[in-house]
Nanobody
Framework: VQLQAFGGGLVQTGGSLRLSCTAS?????????????MGWFRQAPGKEREFVGT????????PYSDSVKGRFTISRDNAKNTVYLQMNSLKPEDTAVYYC???????????????????WGQGTQVTVSS
C-alpha cells in the first residue's frame, strides 16, 4: 500500500487547512481500502511523532488527541481511497509534518498507537504563523 499525503502549507493562526491522503497500489481497490483503519500523526522539529486522530474502517469511530479535539475532523471516502484531515482554528503549536498511516484491521478495532500502523505516507508540512 502506498500512501500520499498532500494539502499542507502556510496558514495564519486561526486559519484552516484540509489534508488529504490517497492510498494506491495493487493491493488497494475500492473494496480493499475499506479494510484499513486510517490514522494521522504529526512530528514537530525536535519532537517525537505523535498521534493526531484515527478513523475506523467504517468511519463511525474517530478518536482524537486532546490537543486537537474539537478543532480537527477526520473523514474518509472509501470510493476514492482517500482520507481527509480538516484542521480548523489552527495554532502555531500545530506546526509539524503531518503523516497519514494505514492499518489493516478487524472492523471493530480503531488503532491509535503509532506501532499499530503498517503503512506510512511521506508527510506534508503544515506551518502556522503567529
Amino acid at each position: 500500500v502506498q500512501l500520499q499525503a498532500f494539502g499542507g502549507g502556510l496558514v495564519q493562526t486561526g486559519g484552516s487547512l484540509r489534508l488529504s491522503c490517497t492510498a494506491s497500489g495493487r493491493t488497494v481497490s475500492r473494496y480493499a481500502f475499506s479494510r484499513y483503519a486510517m490514522g494521522w500523526f504529526r512530528q514537530a522539529p525536535g519532537k517525537e511523532r505523535e498521534f493526531v486522530g484515527t478513523i475506523s474502517r467504517s468511519g463511525d469511530s474517530t478518536p482524537y488527541s486532546d490537543s486537537v479535539k474539537g478543532r480537527f475532523t477526520i473523514s474518509r471516502d472509501n470510493a476514492k481511497n482517500t482520507v481527509y484531515l480538516q484542521m480548523n482554528s489552527l495554532k502555531p503549536e500545530d506546526t509539524a509534518v503531518y503523516y497519514c498511516a494505514a492499518k489493516s484491521t478487524i472492523l471493530t478495532h480503531t488503532p491509535i498507537h503509532i506501532d499499530e500502523f503498517n503503512y506510512w505516507g511521506q508527510g506534508t508540512q503544515v506551518t502556522v504563523s503567529s
